[in-house]
């Protein structure tokens, strides 16, 4: 731990874009920066950065530092930073999934606010618990509205994170939509701007998916990517995710399987299929509950039956609105009519 006394002197009056580019002149290395503004955050007495200090712990993925800096803006004797501490509790009960997004919306409402940040913030985090409830209708009224608000906006850091938050939003939704090329757009713009390591991941991951009926090359391309800065940067819950799911399900798609090997049962029957084993895979598909539109999927190519690929088509539109993935079984009822036509 370094000599905080020697660190704070003056340093966390700074805004947080201040603070951010004297410690990248001091150390010209991102990661001791980052560890320097985190330990700050948790350290300083200025209300300013206890506010956004959240912000730089929230999307640099420092979670458990994020709940301490919570509790002491909670603590704080300025209204603000208790309205801001509550926008943060929020966030993390909606990733955890500890609350439902109704119930937050419902807290939200009682947040009322000048800062433009705070009210970013706000807007933000609603329009997010709106898409978890696939209420997209919303995303166009924020998309609306943005523009203003950032613009408002005026620490650049602050400004780029709540860019960042947005093009993750979009990327997913374009994605969603079959808007590749927009989720592309956004996808690439989030590569440019996010210097944490788990958003590019995570982006790579996504990105590699919108080429499922593109490009085999492309897809392989990003999740490779994505691979590389997982080891590098020691995140081994993505090992599983992109070696045993992503990688063998694009593989299988574009039954290129040689060499491919999986411990994810369904990705196993999705290259059994790939080879054209399709009893093998039935075997493996039978030991599982079907309960996502993918394996449902994969069993009605296995078995040539079209009511199981209409119920996979109707749960990737109904559950998920998910007009991309449900090309996949579309796809495999149009090659099996066109073989009973001929």
């Known amino acids: 731990m370094f000599n905080s006394k020697v660190e704070l002197s003056g340093l966390?009056?700074?805004?947080?874009?201040?603070?951010?580019?004297?410690?990248?002149?001091?150390?010209k290395d991102e990661?001791?920066?980052?560890?320097?503004?985190?330990?700050?955050?948790?350290?300083?007495?200025?209300?300013?950065?206890?506010?956004t200090g959240m912000e730089f712990l929230y999307m640099n993925g420092f979670y458990t530092e994020l709940e301490t800096l919570i509790l002491k803006n909670h603590q704080s004797s300025y209204t603000s930073n208790r309205k801001w501490a509550l926008v943060y509790q929020?966030?993390?009960?909606?990733?955890?999934?500890?609350?439902?997004?109704?119930?937050?919306?419902?807290?939200?409402?009682?947040?009322?606010?000048?800062?433009?940040?705070?009210?970013?913030?706000?807007?933000?985090?609603?329009?997010t618990l709106h898409y978890d409830l696939q209420d997209y209708s919303k995303l166009g009224n924020f998309l609306y509205i943005q523009p203003q608000l950032f613009n408002e906006v005026e620490d650049n850091v602050l400004r780029n994170y709540f860019h960042v938050r947005l093009y993750q939003i979009l990327l997913t939704y374009y994605t969603l939509r079959d808007q590749v090329i927009m989720a592309r757009k956004f996808g690439y713009r989030l590569l440019n701007q996010s210097t944490n390591a788990m958003t590019k991941i995570g982006t790579h991951i996504k990105l590699g998916l919108t080429y499922t009926f593109d490009s085999y090359t492309q897809g392989m391309y990003h999740f490779h990517q994505a691979l590389e800065l997982a080891k590098h940067h020691h995140i081994e819950k993505y090992d599983y995710l992109i070696l045993q799911r992503n990688i063998p399900f694009l593989a299988a798609?574009?039954?290129?399987?040689?060499?491919?090997?999986t411990k994810d049962k369904s990705e196993q029957a999705h290259i059994e299929i790939a080879k054209g084993n399709n009893q093998n895979a039935i075997e493996i598909l039978e030991e599982l509950p079907l309960n996502s539109p993918f394996q449902l999927y994969y069993m009605g190519r296995a078995k040539q039956d079209k009511q199981l690929l209409l119920k996979s088509y109707r749960e990737f539109i109904e559950k998920r609105s998910d007009h991309f993935f449900s090309k996949l079984p579309l796809a495999a009822l149009k090659k099996m009519n066109s073989k009973e036509e001929i």
């Open 12 to 27: 966390d009056q700074l805004s947080l874009s201040q603070l951010m580019g004297v410690l990248y002149q001091k150390y």
């Open 31 to 51: 990661m001791i920066t980052k560890k320097r503004i985190k330990e700050i955050c948790l350290q300083t007495n200025s209300p300013e950065l206890q506010k």
């Open 90 to 127: 929020y966030t993390l009960e909606r990733r955890k999934k500890q609350t439902p997004p109704r119930e937050l919306l419902g807290r939200l409402n009682f947040i009322r606010t000048k800062e433009p940040e705070l009210t970013c913030l706000v807007e933000l985090l609603r329009v």
């Open 253 to 261: 798609h574009w039954n290129r399987v040689d060499n491919i090997y």
